[in-house]
């Protein structure tokens, strides 16, 4: 017991950056203790929004649903800037060159800034028309416009965030990634009642409350990643001369966030596409949708936790020249995550409704949200083996076939097996519901069949 509390500590604690050597088991423990807590972290902003935002109203619900479902696109950036910079780092670091390492996260950083300005710029211009595209009535526009102003204004923080969380993850950093979550939430679990409600001399901002308090703690994250990336961290201790450009690894850079971009584009881009098809039953069933996902968000993210550690074992064990130590960290690493979530879904199925009463007392809203749930947790067991692989082939740098398979299974078979359930079918909400984890068990069983093919083993980064 004191072995592994001394584990514990020292896994939080992040002493260790390099995992070429050594037990895979002690590895996958130290990465993923802190990638599981930061993985929490980043899904408690999801989750602590809907809390309070659900106390609003039901269009402020819905506001947050139809907001994000295109916010998205923004993850989408985000998480494949976060996929390259970790398979770039990590490669780097196996090869035992800190000092290209750090190269990389400057180009990473100069990438970020000037891909979010953009979509910040456009987001917030067209913010009431983005949302009526997406369904939403007039009462819901009126209620959530400066709500989706100020999600797409706060665009570089949240690209920020992810991206400097893959590097240093990538580098084996992983609780510095953690910490900078814990204190980004910290401040949305202060600010976001307060504004929301109006405590004290603070204004009742209601849902735009909730986007304020949101930005600001993601800022302050942002903040305490680039302190720790200057002032802390010897090893990747950042100077000006990092940030300026490299056309080489800037090219190379994009190369791999492109694939990385694109396949969760695609999957978010379906998430759009159901959402779009759920508004067409009303606020509530929207509502109650909304609220499922944050909570499955909550649930899966950290099984993402032991997904990135496999990410980053594959990457550095690679650059180390040990392909075969890194395949049989992929596989602990699935088994793990699927013991994990079996768990789970035994939990999540048997209190649902439990579960979603705690966010809304609407009937209508809570009978949609435990449908959904219930659902959507009968794939558990795919996501647990689908997520590490396709993780790791990332963080190989392999983005062309997770590409592929994600469009496969998201547009080729989620999209129009939800239409026909729903509308076609006249299944309803429950034919949306359906679809999610069809597609994510024929992803699952497909991302296995390649990764077992070994051709992630040579690529180059």
């Not at 070429?20 to 990465?31: D, H, P, V, W, Y």
């Not at 949708?289 to 990410?311: E, K």
Request: charged residues 15%; positive net charge.
């Amino acid at each position: 017991m004191k072995k592994w509390f001394q584990l514990l500590r020292q896994a939080i604690r992040g002493s260790e950056e390099s995992f070429t050597e050594g037990s895979i088991n002690r590895a996958i423990f130290l990465l993923s203790v802190p990638m599981i807590l930061e993985m929490v972290m980043e899904s408690l902003f999801a989750v602590v929004d809907i809390f309070f935002v659900s106390k609003v109203s039901t269009e402020a619900v819905a506001t947050v649903g139809l907001t994000e479902s295109v916010i998205t696109l923004v993850y989408s950036v985000a998480i494949g800037l976060s996929t390259a910079a970790t398979a770039t780092i990590s490669r780097r670091i196996g090869e035992g060159n800190p000092a290209q390492a750090k190269r990389a996260i400057g180009q990473v950083i100069l990438i970020s800034l000037s891909i979010s300005l953009v979509i910040a710029a456009v987001g917030t211009w067209f913010a009431g028309d983005i949302l009526r595209a997406m369904g939403a009535d007039e009462k819901v526009i009126a209620t959530g416009t400066n709500f989706a102003r100020i999600q797409f204004l706060s665009s570089p923080v949240v690209v920020l965030l992810y991206s400097l969380s893959g590097a240093l993850r990538g580098a084996g950093s992983a609780a510095t990634a953690m910490r900078s979550l814990i204190v980004a939430n910290v401040f949305n679990m202060i600010l976001g009642p307060i504004l929301i409600f109006g405590v004290g001399p603070f204004p009742e901002l209601g849902v735009t409350g909730a986007a304020i308090a949101t930005a600001t703690g993601r800022s302050i994250g942002v903040a305490y990643q680039l302190f720790s990336l200057t002032k802390v961290n010897k090893m990747l201790s950042l100077t000006w001369a990092d940030l300026a450009p490299n056309k080489e690894m800037i090219a190379t850079i994009i190369k791999v966030a492109t694939g990385g971009t694109v396949q969760f584009l695609i999957g978010s881009a379906s998430w759009i596409f159901l959402t779009r098809i759920l508004s067409e039953f009303g606020s509530d069933v929207v509502a109650g949708y909304t609220i499922s996902i944050r909570v499955i968000m909550f649930t899966l993210l950290p099984a993402w936790g032991l997904a990135n550690a496999a990410a980053t074992l594959v990457g550095q064990n690679l650059g180390a020249q040990k392909p075969e130590r890194a395949e049989a960290s992929v596989w602990k690493c699935a088994f793990y995550n699927l013991v994990f979530l079996l768990g789970l879904s035994v939990f999540m199925f048997a209190g649902a409704e439990m579960i979603v009463s705690l966010f809304s007392t609407n009937a209508k809203v809570v009978e949609t949200g435990k449908t959904a749930l219930r659902v959507l947790c009968l794939g558990y067991g795919f996501y647990a083996y689908g997520m590490v692989v396709i993780q790791s082939l990332n963080g190989a740098g392999d983005t062309k076939t997770p590409t592929i398979l994600n469009l496969i299974c998201f547009w080729a078979i989620e999209i129009p097996v939800a239409y026909v359930l729903a509308v076609m079918l006249d299944m309803g909400p429950i034919g949306v519901f359906a679809s999610v984890p069809i597609a994510e068990s024929v992803l699952a069983l497909l991302g296995i069949w390649r990764f077992r093919m070994g051709g992630w083993k040579v690529v180059k980064v």
